[in-house]
Nanobody
């Protein structure tokens, strides 16, 4: 299983970016996929998740209304559309996949339930 993130970059506050998480070796059919941000010196924190079994999306208080997680029709790519970006959104963004869907509604932000990770893509938001 390989996950590859792309789409990061440098953007001014208020701008937008769309991150992609492409999968090989599995399809995002029966898994949960989460997007996480890791700032320097901090732990990896969930920003959005999607339960592919029913397409339900999950967000944090900070990401709700600004970020949108979605998937393409092939089931092989998960996107994170990020709008109204803020400097505190800066960090390395990782996507993770898990088949541990029990209580995913509350567990999706927990990095330890994800078994497969990409290498990350850097997002920098300047003020």
């Amino acid at each position: 299983v390989q996950l590859v993130e792309s789409g990061g970059g440098l953007v001014q506050a208020g701008g937008s970016l769309r991150l992609s998480c492409a999968a090989s070796g599995l399809t995002f059919d029966d898994v949960g996929v989460g997007w996480f941000r890791q700032a320097p010196g901090e732990v990896r924190k969930g920003v959005a998740g999607i339960r592919k079994t029913d397409g339900r999306a999950f967000y944090t208080h900070s990401s709700r209304g600004r970020f949108t997680i979605s998937s393409d029709n092939t089931g092989n790519t998960i996107y994170l559309q990020m709008n109204a970006l803020k400097p505190e959104d800066t960090g390395i963004y990782y996507c993770g996949a898990t088949r541990q869907l029990f209580n995913y509604v509350t567990r999706w932000p927990d990095a330890f339930i994800y078994t497969d990770w990409g290498q990350g893509t850097q997002v920098t938001v300047s003020s």
